[in-house]
Nanobody
Framework: QVQLVESGGGLVQPGGSLRLSCVAS????????MGWYRQAPGKQRELVAR???????YYADSVKGRFTISRDNAKNTVYLQMNSLQPEDTAVYYC????????WGQGTQVTVSS
């Protein structure tokens, strides 16, 4: 079992940057894959990026080249660096871990608007 707490969301202008953090309540060293999802109003939750314990990454086409996922096992933390943000990136961003069960954080709101 694990609890996940996201932070770092907020309001940013188009072209701006934010860094999201997801802190886990237990060591993530042995957790294979951790990911970031997002859900915009009226839309389904979608995978944004994920990272394996070995550092392999996957990105949705819509964020490739703009977002970077990373993990710091010593801090039990996964990050999502978001650059060149656009209004279409506006959503609630969720951290996710799949163990025997699926675990989600409470989400952090990202709003991109001028």
């Amino acid at each position: 079992q694990v609890q996940l707490v996201e932070s770092g969301g907020g309001l940013v202008q188009p072209g701006g940057s934010l860094r999201l953090s997801c802190v886990a309540s237990r060591s993530i060293f042995s957790i294979n894959t951790m990911g970031w999802y997002r859900q915009a109003p009226g839309k389904q939750r979608e995978l944004v990026a994920r990272i394996s314990s070995g550092g392999s990454t996957y990105y949705a086409d819509s964020v490739k080249g703009r977002f970077t996922i990373s993990r710091d096992n010593a801090k039990n933390t996964v990050y999502l660096q978001m650059n060149s943000l656009q209004p279409e990136d506006t959503a609630v961003y969720y951290c996710h871990v799949a163990l025997v069960s699926s675990y989600w954080g409470q989400g952090t709101q990202v709003t991109v608007s001028s």
